[in-house]
């Protein structure tokens, strides 16, 4: 049974890294005034990069553990099939900034690092 309950105690605290993960980078993504977020798989880490006057730059490398626990997160927030890892995606949800509703469309494609 312990074991059971420290595997459930790890997964909300993954899930829990994962939201707090999501809400910096919008947040510093907002702050930064840039119109997109890439979040690459890397053999090592998760590369992400921001577009900032139409030019993408590497803002921040994130634990490999994190990786599909964020993705879940973004596909499940954006209403896209968390299973379906061999399709691109189309998605978007919403999120309040200053009190004024923005849209944030997201985007997946099936590579080889995940």
Do not use: C, W
Not at 16 to 35: C, E, I, Q, Y
Not at 40 to 61: K, M, S, Y
């Amino acid at each position: 049974m312990t074991s059971k309950s420290n595997l459930l105690s790890k997964s909300r605290t993954t899930r829990s890294s994962a939201t707090r993960t999501l809400d910096a980078l919008l947040s510093t993504a907002l702050k930064s005034g840039a119109s997109d977020i890439h979040i690459e798989p890397r053999p090592d880490a998760i590369q992400v990069r921001f577009r900032i006057d139409g030019v993408l730059r590497p803002v921040q490398r994130i634990e490999k553990g994190l990786q599909t626990t964020l993705a879940k997160h973004i596909k499940s927030k954006a209403q896209l099939s968390v299973d379906d890892l061999f399709s691109p995606q189309d998605g978007q949800f919403q999120i309040t900034q200053n009190d004024a509703p923005l849209t944030v469309y997201v985007s997946t494609l099936p590579i080889t690092e995940g």
